[in-house]
């Protein structure tokens, strides 16, 4: 069993250099590396393979990647992400099952990460900030799902190129689109390995990490509309729904003494409930960042996903 590892980039970066290292460390027979840079690279960094496809997706850059593969896996990482040794081994073992067809793991947050960026995804990885998700972002139990983000998803190539490949200029949300295809009009399973471990560098509390909040939010609120198969669920309109509480409960509260000691009470309850969640955390100044970043988190999500909700068309 063959693995191509895949990655999209718009250039070459120190985070891209740390990928080629870890990758090429990787422990596995056979494996071969494609890169999809926007332009030449003129820089050597042995048996890996350039690919200058011009300014395009994501999605774009790891199609044109699998046409130029000869491996049985598709491995999709991140250029801001780098994998265990163990990767590619411990993901070969759940392709032994023919009806998987595809496998995704964790993206743990490196200890390189800065102060903020581990913030950010101690904000991700916690039930409060990444909900049901939060298997994304640390290991837990192998379970089956219907979307993975590909930062971290190995596809078998037959599967990909029998639903054509990711085929859209989506970006955030292509990987949604590739998993409804694998599971609902393949019928193949996609399985959360725990084992099949990446490292992922996270965006910095705060502003980068809510613009990438705001446009994840985005584009679930207008898949909602679009692909409602694995988007309308109710688990996604809740921070709207806090918004508009929010907003509502602040307004109300001016007129009705009930209304405005419920308001608080609710608001009370709410960030106790945060601070909870995030009572695991030792760093009194880390856990702080942590609450407002879940507070904010919530806030932007809910915006997000209306904005999509009412958009009538959303491209990128």
């Known amino acids: 069993m063959k693995f191509s590892i895949i990655i999209p980039v ?135 799902v219907d979307d993975f983000p590909s930062m971290n998803l190995l596809v078998r190539k037959k599967v990909f190129e029998e639903i054509g490949g990711f085929k859209t200029n989506f970006w955030p ?49 207008y898949f909602a509309k679009k692909y409602p198969q694995t988007s309308l669920r109710l688990f996604f309109f809740i921070p709207s729904l806090f918004d508009i509480g929010l907003i509502a409960g602040f307004i109300l509260s001016f007129y009705n003494t009930i209304l405005r000691n419920l308001y608080l009470f609710i608001l009370i309850l709410y960030f106790l409930m945060i601070i909870f969640t995030t009572l695991n955390i030792k760093n009194l100044k880390m856990r702080l960042y942590v609450i407002l970043g879940i507070f904010l988190t919530h806030i932007v999500y809910g915006l997000g996903f209306i904005k999509g909700l009412i958009k009538k068309r959303l491209e990128h």
């Open 173 to 221: 949300g292509e990987d949604t689109i590739l998993c409804l295809n694998i599971t609902k009009k393949l019928g193949k399973k996609i399985i959360y390995a725990p084992d099949v471990v990446v490292y992922h560098h996270r965006r910095p509390l705060f502003i980068p990490h809510l613009l990438q909040v705001y446009s994840y939010a985005s584009h679930r609120g």
């Open 10 to 144: 718009k250039c070459i970066t120190d985070d891209l250099k740390e990928t080629i290292k870890y990758c090429r460390e990787i422990d596995y027979p056979d494996f071969e590396i494609i890169i999809l840079p926007d332009n030449k690279v003129d820089e050597e960094f042995g048996e890996v393979k350039f690919i200058p496809t011009g300014n395009v997706t994501p999605s774009e850059k790891r199609d044109i990647g699998t046409k130029h593969s000869s491996g049985d896996i598709l491995a999709f990482i991140d250029a801001d992400a780098f994998p265990k040794k163990d990767w590619l081994k411990n993901a070969s073992k759940y392709f032994n099952d023919e009806s998987v067809g595809a496998v995704g793991g964790p993206g743990i947050t490196p200890d390189s990460d800065n102060f903020l960026q581990k913030a950010g995804g101690e904000v991700y990885s916690s039930l409060l900030g990444g909900g049901k998700f939060t298997y994304r972002y640390k290991p837990q139990k192998k379970i089956e």
